[in-house]
């Protein structure tokens, strides 16, 4: 196949000593965990057919092809997608991944956050190809490893990968959301995928003193990672409560995934009901602590930028859109360089615009805080968001999550 655009063939290819030396070297790898990274070689658990991230979608590279690329770019610290559209098929391009061998430095960052110590029981979930599992089973033992995979077909792969590479962590194929109560209680419980609401079971499945970490964001900002310490109440009952640790773009849980694109909402014919704002769609577009802040009190809301023909980005003209699709709901504001008030169009029940325009004000009062600043509280319940101190409570936070028993 051709190459894929944005990738280019190495004069040399690196192996997995070179990558975990580039990560330690980065300052990645915390020092107990650089022999497990350099035991652990990527090339053993990334499938022959990867897809390639480049600026219009995902690429497939088949390993046959293009040997010394498919070895470099598993050396390399990036993510590789491993599956795409559930496994329906092996198109030359995607735009919807759905499994893949996380960037490593990126799981070298979750572990460090985990604070894993020996004798700790992990559950992780989300088993992909086996290489995180595959890291934690050679740090603490394959008995005190438990990861669960939804998708029969990848954790096929990741268990004949572990086998190969001489692991035997206790490896299931279910609804991660779920936990896993059988081997419960964890110490610690790492998710390697993104959700919404962080799952009632992961906390219920927690040991006091536990901790969990995971990728956590909004239809609008995906995401950021969180790392919970669970503890108990004074009734007794087991609650995680933590910071916002740094950024973590990782795809979606399956069940909680976004579908369709966000232009299917809106109807050519229909023009909507014109107004105005002052709300600045540039900061919907540029600033990523107001689209954070924006995602966590508008959820369930997704974004486009429509741009008029020939126009690019430095021009500053442009048209954002704001689209609720469980309630049919749409919003627009055309961006003009200069300008301090804004065209608007808007359509459906939801007041999509004023409860922008009420978050971002929320935000814009209280000093524009960074995403950093933000934390989660997990109860019986519910979820709650806090700015700084678990006392100072959000607004309020509506989820879009679905609750599985
Ligand atoms: C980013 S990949 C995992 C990366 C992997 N842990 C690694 O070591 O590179 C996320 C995985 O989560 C799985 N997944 C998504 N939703 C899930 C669910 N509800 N339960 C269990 N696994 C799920 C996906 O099928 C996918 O394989």
Redesign the pocket.
């Known amino acids: 196949m051709s190459t894929p655009p944005g990738i280019d063939t190495p004069a040399t290819v690196p192996d997995a000593a070179a990558l975990a030396a580039e990560l330690a070297a980065a300052g990645w790898l915390a020092p107990h965990w650089t022999e497990a990274w350099s035991r652990v070689d990527r090339a053993a658990f990334v499938p022959d057919r990867v897809w390639v991230p480049a600026p219009d979608g995902y690429h497939r590279l088949d390993r046959a092809d293009d040997p010394a690329r498919w070895h470099a770019l598993v050396h390399t610290d990036t993510a590789l997608i491993t599956?795409v559209e559930d496994g329906t098929g092996a198109p030359e391009f995607s735009l919807r991944p759905?499994?893949?061998?996380?960037m490593p430095r990126m799981?070298a960052s979750m572990l460090a956050h985990l604070d894993v110590r020996e004798g700790h029981r992990i559950l992780?979930?989300?088993?992909?190809?086996?290489?995180?599992?595959a890291l934690l089973a050679t740090r603490l033992g394959d008995d005190a490893v438990v990861s669960?995979?939804?998708?029969p077909t990848?954790a096929a792969g990741a268990r004949d990968a572990l086998h190969r590479a001489g692991h035997y962590p206790r490896l299931l194929v279910?609804?991660?959301?779920l936990g896993c109560a059988e081997h419960a209680p964890y110490d610690r419980v790492l998710s390697?995928?993104s959700v919404h609401t962080v799952p009632p079971a992961w906390v219920a499945q927690s040991r006091p003193g536990g901790r969990i970490v995971t990728p956590w964001g909004s239809a609008l900002y995906n995401g950021v990672l969180l790392a919970l310490d669970v503890d108990t109440d004074t009734t007794g009952r087991l609650r995680a409560c933590g910071p916002v640790v740094g950024d973590a773009a990782?795809?979606w849980?399956?069940?909680q995934g976004v579908h369709g694109g966000v232009m299917d909402t809106v109807r050519d014919e229909d023009p909507g009901t014109p107004g105005t704002t002052t709300l600045d769609p540039d900061l919907l577009v540029d600033d990523r602590d107001a689209a954070f802040y924006t995602g966590v009190l508008v959820p369930g809301v997704r974004r486009s930028i429509g741009r008029p023909p020939g126009a690019t980005r430095d021009d500053g003209e442009f048209t954002l859109w704001l689209v609720d699709a469980q309630s049919r709901s749409w919003a627009c504001v055309d961006h003009a360089p200069g300008a301090t008030v804004f065209e608007t169009a808007a359509h459906g029940p939801r007041p999509i615009l004023a409860e922008a325009e009420t978050a971002l004000a929320w935000w814009d009062g209280h000093g524009r805080p960074a995403r950093t600043r933000f934390g989660l509280t997990l109860t019986a319940g519910g979820q709650t968001g806090w700015l700084d101190d678990p006392s100072n409570v959000l607004p309020t936070i509506r989820t879009s999550f679905d609750a599985r028993s």
């Open positions: 599956q759905t499994s893949s061998a996380s799981v992780e979930i989300g088993t992909g190809v086996g290489i995180t599992a669960i995979e939804l998708d990848v279910g609804d991660g959301v390697t995928f990782f795809m849980e399956r069940g």
